[in-house]
């Protein structure tokens, strides 16, 4: 659902011998009924074709790849703060501005166009302020601190699934026990303080068993450096269908919510991860997973979506306790008094 496209770039972009004529009249500035509605709805899945067929790739990928660069075109979809909207404002100028997470820390992304551009009336109350939109754009000038990108189209992503305009980003997570091997999870259980530092002391192969044992995995992989996961199963039922499933597993050996940090170069672990050919991608940590991690897998899994439907799962210390809790591996009558040497010499895994 687009609230701004650049009619010329977009023509530049599609291939105009598969548009039907009143789509590309539109698009070439001629009169025709329904104008607003048909740049609105009609010219998004035309859109959207051309950034499956490029391979267009997410902000975040392209720093992970070390690939940004002008005129290099990025999909971004979050949160932006929109200046200019006012009904008052005579200026054409308008600009969409995000502060970024990492790998991108320290710099904002500045997205600028004209209001020539704006679909409807509703792109003026829709984009002004703090909002979350999905951008489709190019970047025209890289600073120390800033990311400038001119957009070809900006709106809602929303799921073409569902009779009401259901963002599609939300469609992408799944809650751990929506996997219907680990459905005894009581979600309503949360560990207290005290508990949840008994984690520290559960090294990763210890979750990695269990996880096998749940899905009839009879062979629990070794780690080594160069995997794509550290797990992988085509036994995952998920609403009474099999599915394949990837797993990236953090122990211990960091205990502290998760960034981006924690994942190694440029968070390159959830680069290779969903390089794996699956349909279900599952993040575990033994602590919390911050916004940041959270930010960049949903980044990934929409753009795999574009070519391939996948889902993901983030599953958190709270997640793991409760699973491990469902499983009778949480032992309630030990202390947590053992702290962060002792967990490490009790068999933690390392990180990766």
Not at 262 to 291: E, M, S, W
Request: charged share 20%.
């Amino acid at each position: 659902m687009a609230f701004y496209l650049s009619r010329d770039r977009i023509l530049s972009l599609v291939n105009t011998e598969g548009l039907p004529p009143h789509v590309l009249h539109t698009l070439q500035g001629k009169d025709v009924p329904m104008t607003s509605a048909i740049l609105g709805s009609a010219v998004g899945s035309y859109v959207l074709d051309a950034i499956a067929s490029g391979g267009i790739k997410t902000l975040q990928q392209l720093a992970v790849e070390n690939a940004i660069q002008p005129g290099t075109p990025f999909i971004y979809n979050g949160h932006f703060y929109g200046k200019g909207f006012g009904y008052a404002n005579k200026k054409s100028a308008l600009t969409l501005t995000e502060k970024l997470d990492e790998p991108m820390e320290g710099k904002k992304l500045v997205l600028e166009f004209s209001k020539n551009g704006l679909v409807n009336d509703t792109a003026y109350t829709r984009m002004a302020g703090s909002t979350r939109l999905f951008a489709f754009a190019y970047i025209a000038d890289v600073t120390a601190d800033t990311i400038r990108a001119i957009p070809y189209a900006i709106g809602d992503l929303v799921s073409g699934q569902s009779s009401m305009p259901l963002p599609f980003a939300s469609t992408l997570e799944l809650q751990p026990n929506d996997i219907e091997q680990f459905a005894g999870m009581d979600r309503t259980w949360i560990p207290s303080k005290t508990e949840f530092a008994r984690l520290a002391d559960i090294p990763e192969h210890k979750i990695k068993e269990l996880i096998c044992h749940l899905l009839n995995e009879h062979d629990v992989p070794k780690d080594w450096g160069g995997e794509e996961s550290d797990l992988f199963s085509d036994r995952l039922l998920i609403d009474g269908e099999r599915k394949t499933g990837a797993f990236l597993l953090k122990g211990p050996a960091k205990f502290h919510p998760m960034t981006p940090r924690d994942l190694g170069k440029n968070a390159d672990q959830i680069y290779r991860l969903f390089n794996t050919p699956a349909q279900v991608y599952i993040v575990q940590h033994c602590h919390n997973v911050g916004a940041a991690v959270r930010k960049t897998v949903e980044a990934y899994a929409l753009h795999r979506s574009f070519t391939a439907p996948c889902r993901y799962v983030i599953m958190d210390g709270v997640a793991t306790a409760q699973l491990l809790r469902a499983h009778g591996l949480w032992d309630t009558g030990v202390p947590a008094q053992r702290g962060r040497k002792s967990a490490r010499s009790g068999g933690s895994s390392k990180a990766d």
